[in-house]
């Protein structure tokens, strides 16, 4: 089961008790996906998605208008059914989350998130949980193999105009979403691994938020282990290539000169490198009873003699 799956079935167990609620959320979800047809004179609408968000959704309809919703499933896609409405109730329904206008004449739909739905706060959430059930996907890192998924929340909308208005909604809650065309598709996402966490908190999926904290925190420690090994690691190199350095050029003086011909300081320098090569400055000289910096003068002092022997 991913990530987003886990996070409705989540959402999903939380009771709503306002009406007014139930219904911004149902506007929400009927907007990522609702078909709306005429049948016999009487308008309808279906929605495609998973078995256990339908279910909740055809609740939230039931203890609003009574209405028994038809769950048709396929058993060649598991976990994925079709909610239908064709009812002298769906009518309403579609009219009370604003997205349905009617007359003796003439039937329209809105593009619009009508004010009335989003005026409280809490409708404005019921509205966005609605759209995530609808066409929300999360996305996490994956710890136990090697992934390139970073963090990424999106809502998916088919209308230019609603996305943007509820890019609005959105942000109204201090989150900066942005917004991209996906084929026929407009895309509302964010991809802050914060602004996703407090984004699940936002719509209740607090145990998600949890995991996902942790997930952020163990990602935060393997970063910084991968760092501190690839630091301890560059130093290594670093210290290899300096000892061969040194070593080289000592070569060189003994070749030509003799160590017994150099400053008895450079000469202890000189036998403790050749002494112990795989040591790094520091612990050489702790050996050696001085400063590293005295230490790297004297190597120093050594290479700039084998370079004028090699001239």
Known sequence: MNFSTKTKNEIIKREIDKKCCKISLLSGFLRTGAVIEINGGMVGFSVV?????????AKIINSCYGDEPVIKTDASKEQRACLEVFSYESAKILQDCKILELDDETVSLRADID????????????FITGVFLGS?????PNMDKPSTTGYHLEFVFSKKYTA???CDL??????????INRKDTYVVYIKNAEAVNDTLTLLGAINSSLALTDI???KEIKNKLNRA?????????KSIDSSFSDRKAIQVIIDTIQLENLDKNLQTVAKARLEHEDLSLSQLAQILDISKSCLSHRLRKIREIAKELEE
């Not at 929300?136 to 996490?140: E, H, K």
């Open 49 to 57: 998605g998973e078995i256990k968000v339908l279910k909740y959704i």
């Open 115 to 126: 004010g009335v739905l989003v005026k409280n706060a809490c409708c404005k959430i019921a």
């Open 136 to 140: 929300g996907t999360v996305t996490v």
């Open 164 to 166: 943007k208005q509820f």
């Open 170 to 179: 959105y942000s109204s809650f201090d989150f900066f979403p942005k917004l």
């Open 216 to 218: 952020i925190m163990r």
């Open 229 to 237: 090994m690839n630091c301890e690691m560059s130093n290594m190199n």
